[in-house]
């Protein structure tokens, strides 16, 4: 049996007992095999959340055309108002500013959405670019990380820049992450107040307050992305 073969069964669940050993023995022995296996193990996993969010978007939109009784609607308000306050980690403090940098960043970071090159089912997805952002998307972030890297050795890209800064954010190489966000002067407008809102977590995380300040007030001041985030995050620096 062939390698793709291998790897189309193994997540068919066909493997027969012989072949889920010859399978095994590959992904142990075998370092190309088992970058391709990780490739197509991430792809799958883009697919899905891409049906998944299909799907919640179906969902949500056959709610909405459903007539619900005044009673009902406001016990599902109480219930949902109940369980979001409970999950905030805000919630147990007594103020706001009893949070420090870390809970700060923690409360506020989320890797930046793919925006720039969508994965789309069935078109080829073989090239340095689709793997990077396969594996971003998969949280496949060390991953991620190499192919960003590949991308740019070939070539300076800003907004491929970007993107590996939120990687390494993730990571927790901050300084790291600082440097390229400081110095990637080329990134196209429509991302420029995103990468102030990053640089400003990447400030908090590492306690430079009166960095993270400045990026927060462009934030604020721009008005088109996060304003409302970055003015309560403002209010709970110290």
Known sequence: MTKDKLIAHYFSKTLSPEAQKEFDH??????????TFKFQENLKTVIKKDT????????????????TSSKTYIKWLVAASIIILLAL???WYFGSSSLDNDALFANN??????VVHPIVRGEAS???KSKAFISYEAKDYKEALNYFDAILKESDNATISFYKANVLLQLNKNNEAIKILEQNNELPQKLKVQQQWYLALAYIKTNNTKKARVSLNTVIE???YKKNAAEQL?????
């Open 89 to 91: 980690p805000s919630f």
């Open 126 to 128: 073989d090239d340095l």
């Open 234 to 238: 403002l209010e709970q620096l110290d």
């Open 109 to 114: 970071f989320t890797p930046f959405e793919n």
């Open 26 to 35: 590959l992904l142990a022995t075998d370092p190309e095999f088992k970058k």
């Open 52 to 67: 998944q969010t299909q799907l919640k978007e179906e969902l949500q939109s056959f709610e909405n055309s459903t007539k």
């Open 222 to 224: 721009n008005g088109t």
